[in-house]
């Protein structure tokens, strides 16, 4: 992709879920663009170069969130965008899922979003300025408005990002703020592996997409440098779905993949 290398010149970012996948893409776009990087996630981080710091950290902690920020404002300066995108799933239907699990997948994927924005914002709000001009994007899904079978905690917590995201325009917009969303469908990284090692399951979701395939993670990280830029000024509470048009389709049906309900097989009452 065609990157417009002195967009982000003089910024400085953090981004969550950045050892693979989208938040590794949109971390690596930044630096080409000229920002210096902060990343965390919980696996290790690859040395990206002279702007770039990577620390190991846990989204669904709130002492984590507060080094991301203060490591960025140690290393660099500052924070002038963030990008929440750390998530994960341990799927199961309703009637099977562990409270664990689902307390997993919600933590991760709306807890660890509020977490970043809370102190991300806090940030800005401090370097302030009558032309302050800041950007968070977070991470939602397609899953946010279509459920999938087996899939509640994962389609809960997307669908919480993007009404946090709204909440979160509605509450910074006066300190120079602007939040928005980006609503992906199916995305190659590592956490949709299943997906791809399965040719039914990975033909099920072809056949639902109109443009006939999934993202690659650099497609998404593009959409997400735009609402974080100035090309973007006047977009607040956006939810921008990244999907392939598959949002027209409806979601494939993912019983034959995920197995037959368990409950009343005599494991549990």
Known sequence: MIALTERFAGKVAVVTGAASGIGLAIATRLLGEGAKVVGCDVQPIEELGAGFVGIEADVTEESAARRLVATAVDRFGAVHAAFNVAGGSRPGYIVDLAESDWDFTVDLCLKGVF??????????????????????????????????????????????????????????????????????????????????????????????????????????????????????????????????????????????????????QGTET
């Open 115 to 264: 977490l970043g924005m809370k102190h991300q914002a806090r940030q800005m709000m401090r370097q302030g300025g009558a032309k302050a001009a800041f950007s968070i994007v977070n991470i939602a899904s397609l899953n946010a408005h279509v459920p999938m079978h087996a899939g509640s905690a994962y389609v809960a917590a997307k669908a919480g990002v993007e009404m946090l995201s709204r909440n979160g325009a509605l509450e910074f917009a006066p300190f120079g703020i602007r939040v928005n969303a980006i609503l992906p469908g199916l995305v190659q990284t590592p956490l949709t592996r299943r997906h791809f090692d399965n040719p039914d399951a990975l033909a099920a979701f072809e056949q639902r997409i109109p443009m006939g395939r999934p993202a690659q993670p650099g497609e998404i990280a593009a959409p997400a440098l735009y609402l974080a830029s100035d090309d973007a000024s006047y977009v607040n509470g956006a939810s921008l779905l990244v999907d392939g048009a598959w949002a027209v389709s409806g979601y494939p049906d993912m019983r034959p993949f995920r197995g037959p309900i368990g409950w009343n």
